[in-house]
């Protein structure tokens, strides 16, 4: 079956760990994003890429990095230089209709 | 800016009508996208509307006016799992590629 897998769903790390969260699709979609929702609050928008090899910066990039080495996967880094992580990371894909498929999420809890 | 407007919450009685209004500013509009997100889950797609008019699927219908920034969703025969949050998203010219998302509609689906 094709979609979005994020792994793990629930993550907890220390404060001032590095922490990389994965993202893999086999939809064979060009374009990949990453999202944070905070509680009551909408998506937005950390990073996308368009094709491999390249990605941008969304709204709220500080503190995260990413890698697009292969159309499949987009893993996600949380750096320690992000100064509130805690928050419910969404990862999708699209192809050239626009419609975005999202993974399952990951909740990431830094204690 | 590009904001997206969207009541923060509405609440409704099972088996009732319901309409869900999304506002944007239109120069350079797109394309206009609605998701369910229910609590805790990722946003599943429910619409996609490029031209005016209206678009019905099943219980969910979508409506879109280009010339007033203006569309919403219509929920008919509401059920107890409808409660949940519509999130209404938007594209725009030189960049389709990037969804611009409102803060989103929560919903609650009354016995």
Redesign the interface.
């Known amino acids: 079956d094709g979609g979005i897998t994020q792994s793990p769903k629930y993550l907890f790390r220390k404060e001032g760990q590095n922490v990389t969260l994965s993202c893999e699709q086999n939809l064979n979609h060009d374009a990949m994003y990453w999202y944070r929702q905070d509680p009551g609050q909408g998506l937005r928008l950390i990073y996308y890429s368009q094709i491999v090899n390249d990605f941008q910066k969304g709204d709220i990039a500080e503190g995260y990095s990413v890698s697009r080495e292969k159309k499949e996967s987009f893993p996600l880094t949380v750096t320690s230089a992000q100064k509130n992580p805690t928050a419910f990371y969404l990862c999708a894909s699209s192809m050239r209709s626009n419609e975005q498929f999202f993974g399952p999420g990951t909740r990431l809890t830094v204690l | 800016g590009q904001n997206i407007d969207q009541p923060t919450e509405m609440t409704a009685t099972e088996g009732a009508i319901v309409q869900i209004n999304c506002t944007y500013q239109t120069s350079g509009f797109n394309?206009l996208?609605w998701y369910q997100q229910h609590a805790?889950?990722?946003?599943?797609?429910l619409s996609?509307n490029v031209l005016d008019g209206l678009e019905e699927k099943g219980r969910f219908s979508s409506f879109l006016s280009r010339s007033k920034g203006y569309s919403y969703l219509l929920l008919k025969e509401l059920q107890m799992k409808d409660s949940a949050s519509y999130?209404c998203a938007v594209?725009y010219a030189g960049n389709?590629?990037?969804?611009i998302?409102?803060?989103?509609t929560s919903l609650a689906v009354n016995p």
Do not use: C, D, I, S
Request: aromatic share 22%; no cysteine.
């Open positions: 394309g996208f805790g889950e990722a946003p599943t797609f996609y999130l594209t389709n590629r990037k969804l998302w409102g803060l989103g």
